[in-house]
């Protein structure tokens, strides 16, 4: 294989992009040349004019995107769309969730790999990484360091399998193809919809200058919404009033926030319980059993 790696990703909340940096950290070390893009509006129309001439170049794709029950993020399938057809290139997918490989997040691949497959590229390598979850339940700070601290050892073991040719795909099983096919775009649109602004609001403008989609504009000082959002939370968390929710689903978002360098913050001289003390519960089975895999 040449050494040109094309790694494209999405990140709503600075997770996904934690362990995209890892990953062009590793394949740098390891003397690959990374070519990394973010699929934000911006960067994503830039890229959308090169597309076909920089593939060209490329041995390797890897792409990695937040789990969003149980698919990608839509502009993870916009993205896969805008690519040319069968330049043979390897691709590799990696998803990052909060829960881990358990039902029905197993599904969140299935979609994306018919789509790059539709595409005449080739998947070699699949994979589910964790991080803290930004949605519904949050980690205990103990959990978060783990899942921050296994990044690196995580991340080089899964390029050296790469790198040494070896393939790793999921076998289907019934119930992962049955979720496939239930689209999620519904849902995280009722999500978009119920968006709103409270009083504390102070016009800053940090919600659309950072909103991934530029679907937020100001409108006689309030941020208004259009049609575009994919729920990613990134308004959410981001502002710093703490002035956006959601009128119908806020109980899916975290009370106090997500904030990953706060923890590392938090944690630092604090030493961690270890995973079977710390991990417990149904809720975090699959988050377990990522920390303690071995392969
Ligand atoms: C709308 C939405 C839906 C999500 N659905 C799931 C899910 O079904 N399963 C899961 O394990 N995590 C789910 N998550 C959690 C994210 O996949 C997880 O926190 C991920 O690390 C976020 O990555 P990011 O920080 O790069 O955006 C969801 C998050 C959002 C915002």
Known sequence: ??????????????????????????????????????????????????????????????????????????????????????????????????????????????????????????????????????????????????????????????VNDILNGKKRRTRLHISTYFFSLMHNERKTKKFAKSLSVKDSCTACGWCVKNCPRENLKMEAGTPAFGDLCIGCFRCIYGCPHRSIYLKKGDKFVLKDGYDIDGVEKRMQNIPLEPIEKCCKGLLFIGVKKYLLEKD
């Not at 992009?17 to 911006?42: C, G, P």
């Not at 993870?76 to 881990?100: F, K, R, Y």
């Not at 790059?116 to 978060?144: C, G």
């Open 1 to 158: 294989m040449g050494n040109r790696v094309l790694l494209v990703y999405f990140s709503g909340t600075g997770g996904t992009k934690r362990i995209a940096d890892t990953f062009e950290d590793s394949f740098i070390q390891k003397n690959y040349a990374v070519t990394k893009y973010s699929l934000e509006k911006a960067e994503y129309e830039l890229f959308k004019e090169m597309n076909k001439n920089l593939l060209e170049e490329m041995n390797l794709i890897l792409l990695l995107y937040p789990v969003y029950a149980t698919e990608a993020p839509i502009l993870v399938h916009e993205w896969i769309n805008s690519l040319p057809i069968s330049l043979n290139i390897p691709a590799v997918v990696i998803s990052v969730s909060g829960g881990g490989e358990v039902w029905p997040n197993t599904s969140c691949r299935v979609n994306v790999i018919k789509a790059f497959e539709k595409k005449k590229y080739n998947v070699v390598y699949e994979r589910m990484m964790v991080m803290p979850s930004n949605i519904f339940t949050p980690v205990n700070d103990h959990v978060a360091m783990h899942l921050l601290k296994c990044i690196p050892e995580k991340v080089n073991k899964i």
